[in-house]
């Protein structure tokens, strides 16, 4: 473990660099992925669709499951009804180590499907700053008017980078 850094470094190392450790083969190598994986899943499992979302932190329990042990960027939206109660999460987009792009048309597609009328945009920065950037806001401001003209409100765009988490509405960004 110490050649990688940390235990992320190891269920984030690429396959032929964990075989250079001594002992660790294809059947050790599978193992690792296995639970970086599992992980995810367990902590995706454990978060629970028919929860209501209150707060910020209600939002970020059932959010921060989609990001674990991505290396890519990956955009997700949190649908709820009327009264909070979480309909679902979607992935709308994934793409680089900089970059995930996302359309309106399925922003909206997926907010539709699940019938919500209020949706929480969010999606990880690799870089391991959560500071939202240029693109971030033109985007949320596009995707809250797109959203505004089919009945759905954006309440909130969640940037997460490992533990950490920025929330526009709570840092004060003017898209609301």
Not at 24 to 35: D, N, Q
Not at 113 to 124: E, F, M, P, R, T
Request: glycine content about 10%.
């Amino acid at each position: 473990m110490e050649r990688f850094g940390s235990l992320a470094g190891v269920l984030d190392a690429l396959p032929a660099d964990l075989k250079k450790v001594p002992g660790v083969g294809e059947h050790g190598v599978a193992l690792i992925k296995t639970v970086k994986e599992l992980s995810g899943r367990y902590l995706t499992a454990r978060s629970s669709v028919e929860e209501i979302v209150q707060t910020t932190e209600d939002a970020r329990a059932l959010l921060q499951p989609y990001f674990f042990g991505a290396r890519n960027e990956r955009v997700c939206l949190l649908c709820m009804d009327g009264k909070g109660k979480c309909l679902g999460v979607r992935l709308v987009g994934e793409g680089s180590v900089n970059a995930a792009e996302v359309t309106s048309r399925g922003v909206v597609e997926a907010a539709l499907s699940l019938n919500a009328s209020q949706v929480i945009l969010a999606h990880n920065h690799v870089s391991g700053l959560a500071l939202p950037s240029a693109e971030d806001k033109l985007t949320t401001q596009r995707l809250r008017d797109v959203l505004g003209a089919v009945g759905v409100e954006l309440e909130d765009h969640m940037i997460f980078v490992d533990d950490d988490m920025v929330s526009f509405r709570d840092s004060g960004f003017p898209f609301l």
